[in-house]
Each structure stands twice: as structure tokens, then as C-alpha cells.
């Protein structure tokens, strides 16, 4: 602990940006639920069990609704977490573990939901995919929540924290951090968290400054002392000087100038200091989504993930269910040129009616495209409401996780097929995800194939790095604005020069590297909607010239 009326700076990783300032509300009680009393007789355990029912088919019923509250305020995409913890809470082991705990141990249903969900939470823990592990997270996310619904407690934890201050504590869970968008505070600063996790993913899509991996936080940090978060650098300070808050304040006010400046001139199109128009577009999920994007100045629909139309259901949709959606989704855009994404899902990213997909290492195995080869009726019925969907829109249809020139060849010949089926003549232009070394490299093979190539340069990283960006052991070594990142983006494109080449993960909305990336001949980016005015004047601010580095 400093001493009293003494200067603490300390420094911290930034997982979600921003500048604020308020004084400090150290919180210690945001992780325990209250449990009800352990003992029980066996005369009582159907009333435990009722009591389980009960309680789950309310937190079921809570997941759905803020399932759907995230889709439309937050982010369509991070809507799949509060889905997926439905999927868990709903599971037949883990429900008939439950029931058992509590039968054959005469638990109560609190003691139940404690000991099967900690054994479950160890379980993934043990198992080799870190994305597996991740999901202890999720696990203890949905204990803490039953519990507290059998104990009968509907007040949040966070509920009574003071409007407009700086949040400390140990760690979020992704239910704390939804909580938190209706709570006016400036910014959070935790001990545990990396920039992957669930919680950091909705604190930069709500504008939450964050800062984590802050040691000893809960120890050192005084209570109440006003603090100036700088969550672009990852440094705070506590009890600061007078100049050092006019300093503060200052960047504050340039950094909102230059905001209302990009949103002024969001319409307007994006060109480089030497006379290149680039193209802006947006990534969506929902049709929320589009909407923002083109309100923000979006020229199109650089991505539309199509995953949610798959999320929760026994059976994946048909043809007509996912027209329907698209053309929802998809309004807002009409006129402009759209990109659906085909489902890219995998052992990573189960959908319930295909648990049978338990792969060891799933970032590894059947992912994107490599599935829908596998299972041709869900690449069938996606082309095929793409097809009916181009009738009105301008579509691309975008291939994810190619790596083999055949995966594209495999595309365009079942769309051909399905054009001639249902008299299409114009096909949708096709393009290929760029995601992995192997794919960067053959950008001239597969260039022959299709009309543009798409960078998903978060998958790009984790491929050449081999690290995960979800696991914060591993996290110095994932750095998606490493030189050999932009290396492998300049190789595709000496390769294939005459190929249209876009960025469509996290790299496109980060300002700083967009100078660079138009220097690698990328002249599309692809970001998410609130990003679009700022990526438009990070152009403005750029040249497409390469330094004499890329000229060799």
C-alpha cells in the first residue's frame, strides 16, 4: 500500500481501450454465491430435485433473454456465449449427474450444482485443447448462477456499485461484464484476464476501458482514491498530481475531437493520402448489426457470419429458414455488395446436432470448410439460399479455413451445379479465407480459382505463432501485427498481384497498422461497425506506398 496522499502508477495489459477516469470501488464478493443449507433427509431429495428443475428452467429462461439483449445491443457474435451456456445448463450428463449427486449422495441442490459443476470445470481443465480449458470459465459462470437461484438471491453482486467509478477486482465472468452495460462506471482493472477471454470480448465491443493481469490488485489498490486509466497503454494512475490530470484530461479531449471529427465524416468515401479509394465495410451476425454498420458510413457487408442461424437448434435450418434470415439480416445493405461467410464451425465450435464431432485438437482438425466437405447437405442448403438471396442482393460467398486449392474447387463446383438446377446464370463472385501460413503461401494456386482473397488474420496468427489466442500463458508469442504477419500478406500478394486481397479480422480495425496493411496491397478492410468512421480517417491519414522494405 502507498502511502496516504502519495502518487501509484501502476501498469497492467490493455484488453479493452479507452481513456476514463473515476475513483476507485475495490469489490471482494463479486465470485461466491450464497448457498442454502447442505443437509437433507432422502424423504426430501424430489423436493431437491424440484427445487433443480425450477431453478434451471429460470436460468435457462434468463440465458435467452440476455442471449438476445447482447445480439442487439453488444454484438451479435458474443450473443453465441450466453447459447452456448444454455447448451451446458440443458446437457443430459451433466443434468443426470446432477440428479444423481443428489439421490444416491443425499445432497442438497446447491451442494449438488457445487460438486458435479467443479468436477465438470476440472474436467475441461485436464483436457489437451485450450479451447476445452477455456471453458471452466463458462462452467463456473452457470454454478455461480444456479446457485444463487436456489438460494433465492435476484440482486446482482454489482448492483449497488457508485455510478461512474473504477471498478477493481479480481476477474469477470461474461454474465458480470453484461451486467455491467447498464451500470454507469468509467473502467475495470483485474487481476486475472486475458485479451481473449469472454469478458474483455464484451467490454471492447460496449467501450468499457479495461485493464488486466494487475498483480496483488485487490491488496494495493486504496479504496475510493480518484484514478486515471489509460486503457490504451495499460497504465494507471491513483491520487495523481495536478499536472499529471491536466495531461490526462487534455488526451482525453484530443482523442474525443478526433472522434466526432471520423463520425462527421463517416459517409464520405476512404481515400489515401496518395489518391486510393479504399473500401470500408462492416462485419455482422444480425441485422442490428447491418444497420449500425451502414449508419456509421459502411459501404457493404465485408462478412456476414451466418453461425447464429445454426445456434441452439436440434436440426441445422433448411434452405427457406436460411433465406429468410439472410435477407433479415441483410436488409439494411441492400444496394450494396454483401459477403456471407459459409458456416464456419468445428469441434471448436460445437452446434448441438453435431456432438459427435470430439476432436483431441479441434483448431486442428475439421474446421470451416473441411466440415461442410465432410457433410455436403449443409454446404448444399447454405449455396443454395445464397443463390435464391442473390436474386435481390449483390452476394459474394466467402470460404472459410481454406488451405487446398480443392477446397475452393470443391465450392465452385456445387454451386455451379445448384446455379444450373435453379437457372442462375450469374453466379456470386467467390472468394477464400485466407487463415493459415499454408494457405498465404498458396495465394497463386488458389487465386486461380476464385475473384478475391480475405485475410482472417486472427486465425493467420494463431496458425504461424502455433499459439492460441485464448490462452494467456501463451500470450506474448500471439501478435497478429508481427512483421511476418505483414510479410505473409505481402507474399499473397506478389504472388497473385492481380487479385483483390481484403483484412477481415481484429488487424483492419486497429488504426495504427492500417497505413501498413494498405501498403501490402490489401484495398478492402472489413471491421465492426462502430469502427468504420475511425478506420475511414486512419486511411485518410495513410499511403498506399510501400517503404523500400517491400520493394525487394
Known amino acids: 500500500m502507498s502511502e496516504k496522499g502519495q502518487t501509484l502508477v501502476i501498469q497492467g495489459i490493455p484488453i479493452s481501450p479507452g481513456l476514463a477516469e473515476g475513483h476507485i470501488h475495490v469489490h471482494r464478493n463479486l465470485l461466491g454465491p450464497i448457498d442454502g443449507l447442505d443437509d437433507i433427509t432422502h424423504n426430501n431429495s424430489e423436493e431437491e430435485l424440484s427445487r433443480l428443475d425450477a431453478a434451471t428452467a429460470s436460468i435457462s429462461g434468463d440465458l435467452a433473454v440476455l442471449a438476445t439483449r447482447v445480439e442487439k445491443e453488444i454484438d451479435s457474435r458474443l450473443a453465441e456465449v ?42 475441461f481443465l485436464l483436457m489437451e485443447s485450450q479451447i476445452a480449458r477455456d471453458k471452466g470459465e463458462d462452467i463456473r459462470d452457470i454454478s455461480i448462477r444456479l446457485r444463487n437461484a436456489l438460494a433465492g438471491i435476484t440482486v446482482h453482486p454489482l448492483d449497488e456499485i457508485p455510478h461512474g467509478c473504477v471498478l477493481v477486482t479480481s476477474r469477470l465472468l461474461p454474465s458480470d461484464t ?81 472522434h466526432q471529427l471520423s463520425r462527421e465524416r463517416a459517409q464520405s468515401p476512404a481515400v489515401t493520402e496518395d489518391d486510393v479509394t479504399i473500401a470500408i465495410l ?33 436440426v441445422p435450418p433448411d434452405t427457406d429458414e436460411l433465406l429468410n434470415e439472410m435477407q433479415q439480416t441483410l436488409e439494411a445493405a441492400k444496394g450494396h455488395t454483401v459477403c456471407v461467410r459459409l458456416l ?42 445464397v443463390l435464391e438471396l442473390a436474386r435481390e442482393f449483390d452476394v459474394r460467398v466467402l470460404i472459410p479455413m481454406v488451405t487446398l486449392p480443392e477446397d475452393v474447387a470443391a465450392v465452385k463446383e456445387c454451386l455451379t451445379h445448384l446455379g444450373l438446377e435453379l437457372q442462375i446464370s450469374s453466379l456470386p463472385r467467390l472468394g477464400a479465407m485466407i487463415e493459415t501460413p499454408a494457405a498465404a503461401l498458396s495465394a497463386r494456386q ?23 489466442r485464448d490462452n494467456a500463458a501463451v500470450e506474448r508469442y500471439f501478435n497478429d501485427a508481427a512483421d511476418v504477419i505483414f510479410r505473409l500478406l505481402r507474399i499473397a500478394h506478389d504472388d497473385a498481384p492481380e487479385i483483390p486481397l ?3 479480422g481484429e488487424l483492419a480495425g486497429r488504426p495504427d497498422y492500417v497505413s501498413r496493411l494498405l501498403q501490402c496491397g490489401i484495398r478492402t478492410l472489413s471491421v ?16 498506399c506506398t510501400a517503404p523500400q522494405i517491400w520493394k525487394r
Not at 296 to 314: I, K, Q
Not at 363 to 376: D, T, V
Open 82 to 123: 450466453f447459447g452456448a451456456h444454455q447448451l451446458i445448463l440443458n446437457d443430459d450428463l451433466l443434468r443426470g449427474e446432477l440428479r444423481r449427486e443428489i439421490i444416491e449422495n443425499m445432497a442438497s441442490a446447491s451442494s449438488a450444482v457445487k460438486i458435479v459443476f467443479l468436477r465438470w470445470e476440472k474436467r
Open 178 to 258: 453484461v451486467f455491467l452495460a447498464d451500470r454507469s462506471i468509467s473502467a475495470v482493472l483485474l487481476e486475472y484476464g486475458s485479451i481473449g477471454s469472454h469478458a474483455a470480448l464484451f467490454a471492447r465491443e460496449m467501450g468499457l476501458p479495461c485493464i488486466s493481469q494487475l498483480p496483488n490488485l485487490l491488496t494495493t489498490v486504496p479504496d475510493g482514491e480518484l484514478a486515471l486509466v489509460d486503457a490504451d497503454t495499460g497504465i494507471v494512475t491513483i491520487r495523481p498530481q495536478e499536472r499529471q490530470e491536466v495531461s490526462f484530461r487534455k488526451k482525453v479531449k484530443s482523442k474525443k475531437h478526433a
Open 282 to 314: 462492416a462485419n455482422v451476425g444480425c441485422s442490428d448489426d447491418t444497420e449500425k454498420a451502414m449508419l456509421n458510413g459502411a459501404e457493404g457487408v465485408g462478412l456476414y457470419r451466418v453461425e447464429l442461424a445454426y445456434l441452439g437448434r436440434a
Open 344 to 385: 464456419d464451425i468445428g469441434a471448436d465450435k460445437p452446434l448441438p446436432f453435431m456432438k459427435f464431432l470430439a476432436e483431441t485438437n479441434p483448431s486442428l482438425g475439421r474446421r470451416g470448410i473441411r466440415l461442410l466437405r465432410e457433410y455436403p447437405e449443409l454446404l448444399k442448403a447454405q449455396l443454395q439460399a
Open 446 to 468: 488458389i487465386a486461380k480459382h476464385v475473384d478475391f482473397l480475405s485475410f482472417g488474420t486472427n486465425d493467420l496468427t494463431q496458425y504461424t505463432f502455433a499459439a492460441d
Open 502 to 504: 481484403s483484412v477481415c
Open 528 to 543: 465492426a461497425p462502430p469502427l468504420v468512421p475511425m478506420i475511414k480517417e486512419a486511411v485518410r491519414d495513410s499511403s
